[in-house]
Every structure is written in C-alpha cells, then in structure tokens.
C-alpha cells in the first residue's frame, strides 16, 4: 500500500502543477444539473490527466470520476475516487478555495484519501494504515470543547432554509462559515479548525475526508443519521464521533 500510497500523493501534486499552470487560460464554462452546479475543460482535462496516469501504473484498477463515464461501483475491487476539481464554482469566480481530491478503497474498504488545497498548497494525506497529515505535519485526533466555542462549516442553502435543523443548531455554535467547497471545509474539520460540515454531496467530494476522518475520530453520516449509500448525492454530516449524540439531538430526523 506504501507505493500507491506515494504514487497519489505524486499524482495529485503532478495535477495540481497542471491545473495551476492552466488557471489563466480562457475557462469553457458549462452547465450540469443547474446554473450553479459547472464544469469548466479544466476539470474534465485535469481528471483525464490522473485516469491516464492511474491506468497506465495500475491497469487493473477501477475508477470512480467525477466527469466522465467512469463510474466504478466503490465496491468493486480497487477503485480510485478522483475529484479533479472540488468547488469549480470557485475556482470560476475567485480562482482560488478549490481542491483536487483523490481517495483509494479496496473492496469497499477505504485506504487513504488526499486533499489538495491547490492555491494554498496545502496537501492533507492519509487514513487506513497512514497518519493523517497536512504537508508532513501530522493531524491531532478530535479534542471536544463547548459547542458554543467551535464554529461550523456548510452548505449555504441548507443553512438558510434551516433544513433538518441546521440553522436552529447553528444559532448554538459560533457561527457559521460557507466555504463552497467540500474538500476544503472538510480539511477545516480534520484540523480542529471546524467542529463539523454539513452538505448535499456526492462520493468524489466526500471520501477523501472520510477515510481521513476515520482516523482522527470523525464519522460521515446523513443528516437523519444513517450510513451513507456511497453511490448518489446525499445530504450528509461530517462530525466528531465524541459529539454524535450532541449533535444528533438537534439536527432532526427527517
Ligand atoms: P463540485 O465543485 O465538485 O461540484 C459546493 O457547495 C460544494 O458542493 C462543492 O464541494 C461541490 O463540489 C459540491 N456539490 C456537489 N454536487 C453539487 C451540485 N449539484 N451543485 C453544486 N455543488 C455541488
Ligand atoms: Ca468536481
């Protein structure tokens, strides 16, 4: 597992270097499922890039990409689980709160995620048999402290129309912080920056974190508490284990 593990940790700085590279060419913006949901070529070169790389060093592997026909079932053997660019409205419109993500599982079993903040350059790594770093610098498991002293990462719009909860648990929290971009709240989250995030997501932008998060002491579940199905979009909570009860007590069953 070591050398794939070093061959995504490569691979994703390979793709970051070609994304950044790319930034300032003139993007062809187009529409999925709604005005704000986008791809840009960028998103679709950057994942060919990584599906070419992965084929040609593993060739019997499986592949679960966010932009093309490659839809691997995540149970299916080994499967990579690339996200060649999470939060593609930002990097449109700021150039900049983006990531590339990369997670690895082995018949349904997850064994390492990276997250790469590309214009920090910031790299989160690990889960399975790996610490969970950031650039070497190895990650804390979740330490509690009073809710009304963290504060919480998530999706605008469920956050405004209050859904399941979510605004009236976010009045018992510090406040609220709308990052637009699941990777990147989700490495808020592993870091102790953020005490949990919570979204409508699909499994490219959440299994990276998952994996990681495991292994700090966090848990992926949907809203209404349930194990995820790890095929479709769902609205999902990123929490620390230790305050599942807390949390679950506010955010209502559906
Ligand atoms: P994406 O940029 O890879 O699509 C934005 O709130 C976050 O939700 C981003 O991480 C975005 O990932 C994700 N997301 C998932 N499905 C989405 C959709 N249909 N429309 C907008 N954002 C979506
Ligand atoms: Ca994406």
Not at 12 to 24: D, E, F, H, K
Request: net charge negative; proline share 3%; with cysteine.
């Amino acid at each position: 597992m070591e050398a794939k593990f070093k061959f995504a940790q490569d691979l994703i700085r390979q793709a970051a270097v070609y994304v950044r590279q790319r930034m300032t060419e003139d993007l062809q913006i187009e529409q999925k499922s709604q005005f704000d949901d986008l791809v840009t070529n960028i998103d679709k070169d950057s994942q060919d890039f990584m599906v070419e790389a992965i084929q040609k060093a593993y060739p019997d592997d499986n592949i679960l990409g966010e932009e093309s026909e490659l839809y691997a079932d995540l149970k299916d053997g080994h499967v990579w689980v690339l996200d060649p660019i999470d939060g593609t409205v930002n990097f449109v419109a700021q150039g900049r709160d983006f990531a590339i993500m990369i997670a690895y599982y082995e018949d349904g079993v997850g064994q390492f995620g990276l997250i790469y903040d590309v214009v920090c350059d910031k790299l989160y790594s690990g889960g399975g048999e790996f610490e969970v770093s950031c650039n070497g610098r190895t990650l804390s498991p979740y330490q509690s402290r009073p809710l009304n002293r963290q504060l919480i990462g998530a999706n605008g719009r469920m956050y405004a129309s209050n859904y399941l909860g979510l605004a009236d648990f976010a009045s018992k929290v510090l406040g609220v912080r709308v990052l637009g971009s699941a990777g990147i709240s989700m490495s808020r989250v592993l870091e102790g920056q953020l005490l949990a995030y919570f979204s409508a997501i699909s499994p490219w932008d959440y299994a990276a974190a998952s994996i990681m998060g495991q292994k700090l002491g966090y848990e992926l579940l949907t809203m209404t508490g349930e194990p995820l199905d790890y095929e479709s979009r769902q609205a999902v909570m990123f929490i620390p284990r230790a305050e599942e009860a807390l949390i679950k007590r506010d955010i209502k069953k559906g």
